[in-house]
């Protein structure tokens, strides 16, 4: 099928993008990869008046540490993550979850920043920004404001950014020391969505406990849920069998999956349990704390 008839606009500069979301507000959409959108129009899913291409604005297309932040700009495509030697050596959850989303020719071209703006339920990315609680950083012509991604992922298909602004950078912290992560997918075959996914991120205090946990599911409700009783289960603990197998629990007890192709929903939701648990261990594993199976 063709895409209903829509304007295009292609602007040179970010204050152009924003002046013309600002003019067209609930009748334009953000182009950002196609990867989503395109398929959607196509299908007659969505049916923007005006698309308005930020694919010219290269300045947006950074990933940048800087001041204990890591900075992926709205033009940064999946596929810089997977190539940078900085996201490799430090921030393995997301070199984790870069590696497995769609297939390698998709993440030439989706971003991370449209992938967390498509919010899919089925989408890796914010199950990953979820754990590493990062923050969107959103403008329009009111302002510009930074988003807890809590507070981002509003409902399927729906986020915090507003008619006439657009999101500019996703804001990572930089892992603490002692911080280790993992991304754990089952799919039906390479390059599907999730048929469940999980990711947990650890901080271990000097005393070898827990100090700060993230832990997130993903294909498991209308949007990525953060799974706060897995969280406090291990939160100022030691690392232990135990720990995980409650943390596990509190997954499949959380988990609101639907029935599809995937899988069933007692499937899904005893995978979500079972694939917190096997990121906790990676987790750990990184930290050198073994013995945990
Ligand atoms: C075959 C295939 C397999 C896939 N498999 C997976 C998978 O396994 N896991 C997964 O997570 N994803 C998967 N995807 C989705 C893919 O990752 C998309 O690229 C991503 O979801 C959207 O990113 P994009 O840059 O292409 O956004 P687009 O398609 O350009 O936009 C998506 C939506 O976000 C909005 N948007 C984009 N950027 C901004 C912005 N900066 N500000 C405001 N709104 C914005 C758009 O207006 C649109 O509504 C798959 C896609 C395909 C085609």
Redesign the pocket.
């Known amino acids: 099928m063709f895409p209903a008839p829509f304007d295009y606009h292609r602007p040179d500069t970010l204050d152009e993008a924003l002046s013309l979301l600002g003019q067209y507000g609930g009748d334009a959409?953000?182009?950002?990869?196609?990867?989503?959108?395109?398929?959607?129009m196509r299908f007659r899913l969505?049916r923007?008046a005006v698309l308005v291409d930020?694919n010219a604005l290269g300045d947006l297309a950074y990933l940048r540490e800087t001041d204990g932040v890591l900075a992926i700009g709205?033009l940064a495509r999946?596929a810089a993550l997977e190539s940078s030697s900085l996201i490799e050596s430090s921030y393995p959850l997301l070199f984790d979850t870069g590696a497995?989303?769609?297939?390698p020719v998709?993440?030439q071209?989706?971003?991370v920043?449209?992938?967390l703006?498509?919010n899919?339920p089925?989408?890796?990315?914010g199950v990953t920004a979820l754990a590493c609680r990062a923050q969107i950083v959103v403008r329009g012509k009111g302002g510009t404001r930074t988003v807890p991604i809590d507070d981002f992922l509003v409902d399927s298909f729906t986020t915090a950014?507003g008619q006439g602004?657009?999101?500019?950078e996703v804001r990572f912290p930089s892992p603490k020391p002692r911080t280790s992560g993992a991304y754990q997918k089952i799919?039906r075959k390479v390059?599907?969505?999730?048929t469940s996914c999980a990711a947990a991120q650890v901080t271990l205090g000097d005393d070898g406990t827990v100090a700060e946990i993230g832990i997130a599911i993903g294909a498991a409700g209308p949007t990525a849920v953060r799974v706060a009783g897995a969280e406090s289960a291990l939160r100022g603990s030691k690392p232990s069998k135990d720990a995980i197998r409650a943390a596990a629990d509190a997954a499949r007890a959380l988990a609101d999956p639907v029935a599809d192709t995937r899988g069933s929903v007692e499937f899904k939701k005893d995978m979500a349990g079972v694939l917190v648990s096997r990121a906790l261990l990676a987790a750990f594993e990184r930290l050198g704390v073994g013995g945990l199976k």
């Open positions: 959409r953000v182009l950002a990869g196609g990867q989503s959108l395109i398929p959607a969505a923007p930020i709205a999946d497995v989303i769609a297939d998709v993440r071209t989706g971003t920043v449209g992938s703006c498509h899919d089925s989408g890796d990315w950014v602004e657009m999101a500019i799919e390059g599907d969505f999730a």
